[in-house]
């Protein structure tokens, strides 16, 4: 699926590291894109356990480096596409005097990575720049990979047809466990405000 991030996100590689963070994180310099902290407790209590953790649509790696420095027990593999993964040295230069903690990885081929199982799969901020038709893909490779999913982002999908991201993961057989906007839990409503920003916890039987 190499064709997953398309338009400005496609042209990655073309774009300094302040643009990229801008299109990422908007309105921060690479200098203020630290990793959301507040996320290690969203993801769960379970940092004194060995846990294999895939940061997907990791960008530059903000979010990866900050679990792996902080949980260095747990195995994290940060996705995306090979142009956003080609700015993580620099990320690391600027933020990590360019040392990459030994539990982190990056990954760009999706066809060896959806063989493999995780303990949990982050995916923060991406899923709502994911066509419909790869986001399909992604979510029902998502359910034999992994038991727990969470996922943030805004309804409104970048697709031409506009559909709500929610939408499209409960058409591929994907509804959340719990349902937040902001920090506040939320009854499950797929449609709504566009621009409102979710969070979502998948749990998968398997």
């Known amino acids: 699926m190499k064709e997953t991030f398309r338009g400005a996100w496609g042209k990655i590689g073309d774009y300094d590291l302040s643009k990229v963070t801008d299109l990422i994180v908007t309105g921060r310099t690479p200098e203020q894109a630290k990793p959301d902290e507040w996320l290690w407790d969203w993801i769960g209590s379970d940092a004194n356990k060995p846990l294999t953790i895939m940061d997907f649509g990791c960008g530059m790696g903000r979010n990866s480096f900050g679990l792996a420095n902080h949980f260095t027990n747990w195995s994290v593999i940060g996705y995306d596409s090979e142009g956003m993964i080609g ?54 490779d998502f359910k034999t990979m992994t038991k727990y999913l969470l996922v943030s982002g805004r309804r409104f999908n970048d697709d031409k047809a506009h559909k709500s991201t929610w939408t499209i993961m409960e058409e591929n057989g994907l509804t959340p466990a719990k349902f937040f906007a902001g920090h506040l839990e939320i009854p499950y409503m797929p449609e709504g405000d566009p621009h409102e920003h979710n969070m979502a916890y998948y749990y998968f039987e398997h």
């Open 87 to 140: 700015k993580t040295n620099e990320y690391c230069q600027l933020h990590y005097r360019g040392m990459i903690p030994r539990n982190l990885k990056f990954e760009t081929d999706w066809e060896r990575l959806r063989t493999q199982k995780f303990d949990k799969i982050i995916c923060m901020l991406v899923l709502q720049h994911i066509f419909e038709e790869d986001l399909s893909k992604y979510a029902k």
